[in-house]
């Protein structure tokens, strides 16, 4: 059985200690359906800003690699990321962008799920069109449904306990993670 199951990463996109989408990230492993195991990915945090003289000089950072090999071994990404400006998160943007130019893209073909979390009611929402749009670019295979965004959250996430508080969205967060793994399965990867 532990050959057949399925090897999900996640990947942050807010670097802070007491992110609210961390506390849905680390939640994930106790939520996921039989036969799934969810891992966080390596960090992305000390990556260098994007540049191109880098990559043409010294060659992909080391950190750069390591999280290229890891998508590439995935069976699936799950990116856990605030919405800033409307927008991905610079950190989580760079890392992408990194990533994209790594030989044998690791994205293409790769499942993928999104959530957000934002102490506003949308929960993140326009975050999750500019990621959807990027793995368009990077012929990833993005879930479409259910989706995760979790709106008030200070209400639903307690970071003083660093869990979620809300069996809503539990039940919710579940449900993604059932759908994720019939997506992946249906795409060719493990089921
Ligand atoms: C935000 N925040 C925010 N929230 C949102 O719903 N839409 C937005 O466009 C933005 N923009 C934004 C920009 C920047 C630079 C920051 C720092 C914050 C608020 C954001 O959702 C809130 O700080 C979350 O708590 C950040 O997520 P973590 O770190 O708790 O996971």
Redesign the pocket.
């Given at each position: 059985m532990a050959d057949k199951a399925l090897n999900i990463i996640s990947i942050?996109?807010?670097?802070?200690k007491?992110?609210?989408?961390?506390?849905v990230m680390n939640a994930l492993p106790a939520l996921a359906p039989e036969g799934m195991q969810i891992k966080e990915a390596p960090p992305i945090a000390e990556f260098p800003l994007y540049n191109a003289d880098i990559q043409n000089s010294t060659g992909f950072p080391a950190a750069v690699q390591t999280l290229a090999d890891a998508i590439r071994s995935a069976d699936g990404v799950i990116f856990?990321?605030?919405?800033?400006?409307?927008?991905i998160?610079a950190p989580l943007k760079n890392a992408i962008d990194w990533v994209s130019r790594v030989p044998n893209q690791p994205f293409a073909g790769k499942p993928i799920a999104l959530q957000s979390?934002?102490?506003?009611?949308?929960?993140?929402?326009?975050?999750q069109y500019d990621l959807r749009r990027s793995m368009v670019f990077l012929d990833a295979l993005t879930l479409n449904k259910p989706e995760i965004f979790i709106g008030n959250?200070?209400q639903r996430l307690d970071?003083k306990t660093g869990r979620i508080s809300d069996e809503q969205t539990v039940g919710l967060i579940k449900q993604q993670l059932a759908a994720f793994a019939k997506f992946i399965g249906a795409h060719g990867g493990k089921s």
């Open positions: 942050c996109g807010s670097l802070r007491g992110s609210y989408n961390r506390i856990n990321s605030p919405e800033y400006n409307f927008g998160p979390a934002s102490p506003g009611p949308l929960g993140g929402g326009r975050v959250c200070a970071d």
